[in-house]
């Protein structure tokens, strides 16, 4: 016992350790179920809010809530909730902004505290940001945002700055402001701390790992994602765990690192498929085909750039569409299909314009430019060239104005305009001079990155040894849990064969006792049944019950232990004397079973002699049969049968009186049925005996028996044919 209670002990630690940090404050849990399964967030969300009307005030809001029975607050905040999950990347309905703006406009009407002012101005940014591409506008209603909420402690509000934070720098990275997108990254750094999660700060390290990977500082980048990792909850967290993933395969692909890259762009890619997550299984497509183009093996690359085509048709995704297009223009390029190649550039040019993307833009106008020059369309190079010239510049991209002014030098020449050209040049020695490190500052450069790669790799290896370390934990608990049902289930079999043993040994007696005639423990008139129905039935030759009419009552008038000693020495040597079978059916009445036949007077004699040594002080009455009753042997009569007869001839021997002993028997003609002995049993033998089927014999005058009759047949009159045998 003490060793099940030792493991019960053990179980109930292990639960206990194992529950014993999962109280993480509600809206951190609500964030990080947002960026893991927001298909389950928004599906509960649904199921709680009923169909809302339009509201024009909070008045007309607060009464909606509790006509409803719902908290105002928490309605407010499913109703933010739904609004930004609807412009999320797992939504693809069609009508998903219109829906959102619907719910917008909702909450501008009843927003009042800075917490939901703040929230809304988040939703408007997010809604024209993802809507029309429109980034600047998008980031003044961050900026408004982060302005009401900046000072507050409140749980809330610091969950709702960190989103602010992260998405700000963002949108940053993608307007190419490096020193803005930074200085929001480090405030979003802080509030993570602050928050104190895993997932959070997991998710701001590898944030600001594709940030240093953006800048092309791959050893501070590495350096981030090696923190990301050392903070994710491995397969906990299967969507965090695939963008960084993703993100590093880009990194690997950058330092050639081709086999890794591979290997973290199909991880990703079939984490995002289990997801649902469509966009990004494109996006690891993307790399792999860039992975497959930077080996020069470019069909490879085209069937990947096109399935992930296909993905970004489907979910309607213009700009994924347009990089799409950019990379196979590219690819067509470099296996001299030029043709191709600018339709593609030039179909993603249109888009890029469309959506006024020029931090994609700028790209897409250089290489149309170098495709163009390749096939000696100088004038396209002039004229994108130029384009890319003027984006690169505005947004400071040293290296993109360097290479468009270098194409505009060389198209400038071809066309004859050699100032211009020069000009050109001498603007694209003066970058050059800025933008070339020094070869110490290089050879430091790639001695990090080689530090950071080696940092990663065991990171990496220190996560598996962990996820490892707690599969074996649970194994472990596992292996106690089953131990501990397993000892549970051997204790219960044991005791279950105790109680079985115990019950066949109880149903045995009570099989025994049942079969005893509880006063004397003699065998009574069941075992006198059992006995006829496990014996062959030639084999009894002569049955007899025998009252010892004088002492029936002796039970009442001299107590019931004296008179059972009694008859149990009466029975005994009657059955010592006579080897026979001896039952006793109630005080002072026997039944003896015979295998031979024994004539009437000789029985009735030799009990008389018996009983006189006995405690026979009675008179004697016996009914006897000697069987088989019927002269066909194929009729077979029971046991209950024979020893209704035999009551019938004692009843019979019982009315000739008490001044001798008495006995009376019957026997059956040749021809008599079955049916004599069925059912009324004493109306059909008796009616026999009228009709002389039945003959009976007795030591006494025949004529003064007078035989017993049931209550159902008293009054029937035995002469008369009607009455069926």
Known sequence: ??????????????????????????????????????????????????????????????????????????????????????MDLYDKSKDRYIQANGLIEQLEQISVSDFDQSYLLMLKGRYVGRSQQDFNSAIDYYQQAITLIEQSNKSPDRVLLYTLHENVSVMHMILREPDTALVHLQKLSAVAKEIDNDYLVAHVESVLGKFFYKQNQIGKSLSHYNAAIKHSLGDKNSSQNAHIELQLSRVYRDLESWDEALASASSAAESFTRLGNDNYVSSAMTVIAMVYANQEQWYQAVDYYLNAQQIERRLGNEIGLALNLHNLGEIYFKIGDTKNSLSNLKQANTIFSARNSEHYLVYNDLLIAEVSASIGNW?????????????AESKQLLDEQSEALEQHAKAQEQLGKFEQAYIS??????????????????????????EQKLDLKLSKIEKQLQQKSDQLNIAHLISLICVFILCLLVLLLIKQWRLKNKAKLLNDTLQETQLLEPFTQQANYLSFKFDYSKTNHSQIKTLALVSLSDQINSDLTQGYECNANMNKQQLLAIQNSLTCKSYIIRPGVFLLSFDSNIEANHLLTKLREILDQNHGQT???????????????????????????????????????????????????????????????????????????????????????????????????????????
Request: aromatic share 6%; proline share 4%; hydrophobic share 45%.
């Open 1 to 86: 016992m003490h060793i099940f209670i030792t493991l019960l002990s053990v179980l109930f630690l292990s639960l206990i350790s194992s529950t014993a940090n999962a109280a993480p404050d509600d809206e951190v849990l609500t964030e990080v179920q947002f960026r893991e399964n927001p298909k389950v967030l928004a599906q509960s969300i649904h199921n709680e809010i009923p169909s809302l009307p339009r509201f024009t005030s909070l008045e007309q809001f607060t009464a909606f809530s509790k006509r409803h029975l719902l908290s105002a607050p928490e309605l407010m905040r499913n109703i933010q909730l739904s609004a930004r999950l609807k």
């Open 379 to 391: 004038q396209d190079v002039a004229e994108y060239a130029t384009r890319a010239e003027k984006i």
């Open 425 to 450: 040049m001498l603007k694209l020695n003066g970058i050059r001079s800025q933008i070339e490190p020094s070869s110490d500052e290089f050879d430091l450069k790639q001695s990090k990155i080689k």
């Open 619 to 725: 008179s004697l009455h016996m009914g006897i049969l000697h069987l088989p009753l019927l002269a066909d042997p194929a009729i077979k009569l029971s046991a209950e049968q024979h020893f209704a007869s035999l009551q019938m001839m004692l009843s019979a021997a019982k009315t000739l009186g008490s001044n001798q002993d008495y006995f009376v028997t019957m026997k059956t003609l040749n021809f008599a049925s079955a049916g004599i002995f069925s059912k009324p049993l004493y109306l059909n033998i008796e009616k026999s005996i009228v009709r002389g089927i039945v003959k009976v014999e007795t030591n006494g005058n025949k004529d003064n028996i007078l035989w017993p009759r049931w209550k159902s047949h008293q009054n029937i009159d035995l002469n008369d044919d009607k009455v069926a045998i």
